[in-house]
């Protein structure tokens, strides 16, 4: 058995170095005075092949064997050619320095009318542009993606013998994240992507962690598509073909990951308004002659790139970038450079084969270096494709994609890796069985089960990995209810929640809740299964004596008060599930004990601070036994199966809202009898340059109102004084409170210019400000009710560590028939979503 490990381990090793490691130069960017030259270009002479430098000035180029001349360059600085011998598995280090000077570097051709030959090249690029991209209806290739990311400081991967097996040291030394994979991609216009992964690994750092749990505040409107928080590392730039597409030729590249405007292509029907060109030089390359075009964006802080652009003569077609995006205009980036080859496949059809992007990331005082690298080949262009290739389940993945072993990458990785790399995916492959061992599932159990001195405040808990069981005692910050019901309350929830090895996940949730002023002991229990995980499909029930909010979306200044509370004594069952894709369906039912909480000591504080807002509603008890329907259909969502589990991406049509209450007289001492109807859509939608518009719709009304009780009535979200809350779900000048037992009818719409109109302000381009408008109408004719307003505002982009937010100072003007007009000043925060790139609001 030993002898058989041992010839396998040969083989490896063998075939490792036979397909891994080919030919490679690699080096240091320096100016005269010794300072790294970021982002510089090393070109193989009469080429479009080459790589930019990194952050340190630092490069990596991957060449067959034979004899080149290396051109060394940077805007601005003196190119300098090295000519260089590599043989065969070579590696050999040039390092090289660049002088300030305006040198021209030895070309075919030049010609002293620079900017006239880049209009007249450019103008008969535009005219063929079009034609080139009409003429590619689908495709299919083979695709190899590798994206790493890795700390600037040149920490090396352990390699002792002693530190290898230490997993601890493993992890506090390594600073490399590195992701590959490959893939089947699919393409079908207009830009439909689907892509079917055969092999992926993820060599990124595990870190122990818990099992999910459902800790939540009732806060908000509802919503029974479940929410997932799947995160990805928002350093990680390329995550799929829909994340990372530079397709040179069309109009505009959006990408709001990277900026919040589409980027527009230098070769755009309408590019001669956003730059300008300027003729480099010609050469030779595959016995045809290419233009190298300079580009240069004519406003520094929009969403444009600059660099270089190459132009094949006679077909007048884009075959190379090498581009930088304004880092002005970026919003999470520092800087960003991709180099991108294109392949005449066949006739007039040039499509990537080649991707190359670079770029950094400030991240508190140190800087965060990513790459990443696309190959693409084996393409097959407008052939009949299988209209099932492209439904809303835009990546799969074939069983064993993530069980291929090093001798599949080593055959089928088509780049060499930087040594760095070959060290950590070596470490990383030695860990694999690691990971799953009881060893370390037994250290993260441990790390997880370790009480530290934060543990007062985030609280306790307990993991067994053998049983799939999790056992957490909430701390401090949950427990402690300082404007509790009656004055200061405490509560102690405790969480027990079982993953099974099949996907199914038992939830339970236990909560007392005591209030020192009033001397009474509430809470509440809950406990859910989820057991068609695919599916979503979760039975929950929950049952309780405990102060309940009349309006779960209230104002702030209402959801504390008192007024905005009852005691309910109550018992409930929820079954949701999906359907079928994108229709989620909730059916509940619940019986409740409804009573006022007017017999209660309130605190002096509470009235001080809620006012008029901290009367208790004056109500008689009742019973109360309900049953809802809620419906929500999200047309076109796109989706992922991953690992038995499906990650929902969102969809790029409207979603529709039905919802259904029944209030069932006589069942179990029901006193309610009520039908209420309320059906909505909403829909964000991008208008090219313009920014991006969102807008929701809804109305609702009570068909029967024979027993209808003021706890059962529609109530809206109030207005706080001066936070500007969700414009799409909320009115900002409502007042307080508010609700209805009419017909009503509520509209709300947001634009947000994303830089727009600022950009091209002269002062105000530099701030990276941002405007923002909307409308919103509420309206409520059996009451006379009608409400309208509108606000303007001014917002601005920003980060905390990988979070991006958007803040933003509004003003808001109303009128309504209840009071006069009048306007404020409000502030808002918005939240960016890595992984759907979009925006809260």
Not at 805 to 824: E, M, P
Request: overall charge positive; hydrophobic content about 35%.
């Amino acid at each position: 058995m030993k002898k058989i490990k041992f010839y396998f381990l040969i083989i490896t090793f063998i075939l490792i170095n036979k397909f891994a490691i080919s030919s490679t130069i690699s080096g240091k960017i320096t100016d005269s005075n010794s300072e790294n030259m970021s982002f510089a270009t090393v070109y193989v002479k009469n080429s479009t092949y080459g790589v930019a430098a990194d952050l340190n000035g630092n490069y990596f180029l991957e060449l067959k064997s034979g004899t080149y001349t290396l051109i060394y360059s940077f805007m601005g600085f003196q190119p300098v050619e090295k000519l260089v011998t590599i043989k065969p598995n070579e590696h050999i280090v040039v390092n090289v320095t660049l002088a300030n000077t305006d040198v021209e570097i030895p070309v075919v051709e030049v010609v002293s009318n620079k900017v006239n030959k880049a209009k007249r090249i450019l103008k008969k690029t535009r005219k063929n542009r079009k034609p080139y991209w009409k003429s590619v209806e689908n495709y299919q290739c083979k695709s190899y993606i590798k994206t790493s990311i890795e700390n600037e400081s040149e920490n090396e991967i352990v390699d002792s013998t002693k530190e290898a097996n230490d997993f601890e040291t493993f992890l506090k030394k390594v600073n490399l994240n590195l992701i590959e994979y490959v893939a089947e991609t699919h393409f079908k216009k207009p830009n439909r992507f689907k892509e079917k992964i055969i092999a992926y690994h993820n060599y990124t750092k595990k870190r122990p962690r818990g099992v999910e749990r459902s800790v939540s505040v009732d806060y908000g409107e509802s919503d029974i598509a479940p929410q997932q928080h799947y995160t990805e590392d928002p350093y990680v730039f390329y995550k799929n073909s829909t994340s990372g597409d530079f397709n040179f030729y069309t109009n505009l590249i959006n990408l709001p990951s990277l900026c919040e405007q589409p980027i527009v292509s230098p070769i755009a029907s309408n590019s001669a308004l956003y730059y300008k060109y300027e003729f480099d030089y010609s050469f030779i390359q595959d016995n045809k002659k290419i233009n190298r075009i300079i580009v240069k964006p004519i406003n520094k802080v929009d969403a444009l790139f600059y660099g270089n652009i190459f132009i094949e003569d006679e077909t007048w077609a884009l075959v190379s970038v090498d581009l930088s995006i304004n880092e002005k205009a970026l919003i999470l980036h520092q800087n960003f450079n991709i180099i991108q080859n294109y392949e005449n496949i066949r006739d007039s059809i040039y499509l990537p084969s080649r991707t190359d992007i670079t770029y950094t990331i400030k991240d508190g005082k140190n800087k965060i270096l990513g790459n990443t690298k696309i190959i693409k080949k084996e393409y097959i262009v407008n052939q009949n494709i299988d209209a099932v290739k492209f439904n809303n389940e835009i990546i799969t993945y074939e069983v064993d994609a993530f069980d291929k072993d090093s001798n599949y990458w080593a055959t089928n990785r088509p780049v060499t890796l930087r040594k760095k790399e070959q060290k950590f995916i070596k470490k990383s492959d030695s860990l694999q069985l690691y990971y799953i061992s009881d060893e370390y599932l037994d250290k993260q159990d441990s790390i997880f089960n370790r009480i530290t001195w934060w543990a007062p405040l985030a609280g306790i808990g307990h993991k067994n990995h053998y049983r799939g069981n999790e056992f957490y005692v909430s701390g401090l910050l949950e427990q402690v209810v300082p404007f509790g019901v009656g004055g200061y309350r405490h509560r102690l929830p405790v969480y027990f929640n079982k993953q099974f090895k099949n996907g199914m996940l038992l939830e339970t949730k236990v909560s007392p809740d005591y209030g020192f002023k009033n001397k009474d002991l509430k809470g509440q229990t809950g406990f859910g299964l989820t057991y068609f995980p695919k599916k979503f499909v979760r039975t929950y029930i929950d049952v309780g004596d405990y102060y309940d909010m009349v309006n779960n979306y209230a104002s702030i200044e209402q959801t504390f008060s008192r007024s905005n509370y009852v005691r309910n004594i109550t018992f409930g069952i929820k079954q949701r599930m999906e359907v079928f894709n994108g229709l989620f369906a909730e059916l509940s039912f619940v019986f409740s004990n409804q009573l006022p909480i007017d017999n209660l000591e309130l605190s002096k504080w509470s009235e001080y601070v809620f006012q008029n807002l901290n009367e208790p509603i004056e109500f008689d008890q009742y019973i109360k036994s309900e049953v809802k329907l809620e419906i929500k259909y999200r047309f076109g969502q796109k989706y992922i199966i991953k690992k038995n589990r499906k990650i929902i991406l969102g969809t790029d049509y409207p979603e529709l809202i039905f919802v259904y209450r029944k209030g069932i007289p006589g069942l179990f001492g029901s006193e309610v009898n009520f039908d209420y109807f309320e059906i909505g859509a909403k829909d964000e939608v991008k208008l090219a340059r313009l920014g991006e518009s969102r807008w929701q719709i809804k109305t609702g009304i009570f068909l029967n109102k024979t027993d209808l009780r003021l706890l059962e009535h529609k109530y809206f979200r109030g207005s706080d004084s001066y936070f500007f809350s969700d414009p799409i779900a909320s009115m900002q000048l409502l007042g307080p409170t508010l609700n209805t037992n009419n017909e009503f009818l509520q509209a709300n719409y947001i634009h947000h210019f994303n830089g727009t109109i600022l950009n091209k302000v002269p002062l105000f381009k530099y701030l990276k400000l941002s405007l923002a408008g909307g409308v919103g109408t509420l309206n409520i004719p059996e009451q006379n009710f009608y409400h309208a307003e509108a606000f303007a505002g001014i917002e601005k982009v920003f980060r905390i560590k990988k979070q991006l937010f958007r803040f933003g100072a509004y003003a808001v003007t109303a009128d309504n028939t209840i009071s006069a007009a009048n306007i404020r000043v409000k502030f808002g925060i918005s939240f960016f979503n890595s992984y759907t790139n979009k925006w809260s609001y």
